[in-house]
């Protein structure tokens, strides 16, 4: 959740002012195990038809301004770090036909390498963990490496930070249909943050259990409220006794 959602993050505060579509384009580069499947991604020679283009090469063609994430890249066929290499290098691509995609003002991520097993990632601090370094340095050659800007490093969450992501996605729920059509504004306790805090995070997952735990405790509840109670233009959202609680505040 949290590599991800920094992509997000990045991709609007860079491109979403303006663009009518999802500024980030993930690709998930565990279905890139085999050198053939390169030509999925920089495009290949059908044999009747001409030259099907790529899907990074198709999309940066139509949306040069937007957030590329290459999830997992550790688990791609090492053929695909060639391409990278050209790409990283001048930020220009070239398909089979010749044509050039131009990534200059584009932002490229990779995610998930030097992981050690067992250890949970998210957010903690901004250290830069030497063994992961060790670790990426082992799968790239050193010229690829030396054309990465630089590393960051996950770290284990803590408290804090899990009720901050808590919060921020409760307050998601107020993009909800049922809710931004009635115009109601959603209050959450520090109580009810932190219950979905302790709920939904797992020192193995991390916080990825947040969103389902909302969907479990909150959203059922501001459903039966939305269909059985009256107008109001603020709902508090608590935890009671008996689990989550909502009235018109």
Known sequence: MGKTAAAKALAEYFFANGQTHDPLLRIDMSE???PAHIGRLIGYDNGRDGTTPGKLIQHV??????VILLDEIEKAHHSLFDALLA???NGLLTDRLGRTADFRNTII???NLGVSSGTPIGFADNRTDQTSIGDIKGLFRPELFNRIDRVLTFNSVDRRPIEQIAERELGLLQQRPGIAQRRIALRFSPGLVEEVAR???SPKYGA??????IERLVVPVLTEWLFGDGPADVLWVDRGKSGVEVRAA
């Not at 990825?208 to 735990?213: C, D, K, T």
């Open 109 to 111: 991520m990779t995610t």
């Open 87 to 89: 790409l990283l290098d």
């Open 208 to 213: 990825r259990p947040l969103q389902r735990a």
């Open 32 to 34: 890139f195990q085999h």
């Open 199 to 201: 709920a939904g995070f």
């Open 61 to 66: 063609r139509t949306k040069p301004f937007s």
